[in-house]
């Protein structure tokens, strides 16, 4: 169902703090969210009591802030590294 229109499937540009986190760009925006993700669970950077919630390393720190951040607010973070 989804067209060539989609917002996920179209390649977008990475700022360099998030290149360092998933690669060099460009890459779709679902590329970057499952890269992010990839990131963050090879880092165990999950909160063990709630895994909502995400505690940044230092890479990870640089897009979206040092604080502990929930995931849904994760993805707010990153969208402003895209352009």
């Keep these: ?7 996920l499937q179209k390649p977008v540009t990475l700022s360099p703090e998030l290149e360092n986190v998933v ?3 460009p890459m779709t925006r679902a590329q970057v969210t499952s890269k992010v993700w990839d990131h963050i ?3 165990n950077l999950q ?3 709630d ?3 995400i505690n940044p390393d230092d890479k990870l720190g640089a897009v979206i802030g040092k604080e502990q951040i929930s995931m849904f ?8 590294h895209l352009s």
């Design 1 to 7: 169902m989804a067209g060539k229109n989609n917002a």
């Design 23 to 25: 690669g060099k760009g």
């Design 41 to 43: 669970k090879a880092n």
């Design 47 to 49: 909160d063990s009591q």
């Design 51 to 53: 895994k909502r919630m």
């Design 73 to 80: 607010k994760m993805t707010a973070a990153v969208s402003k």
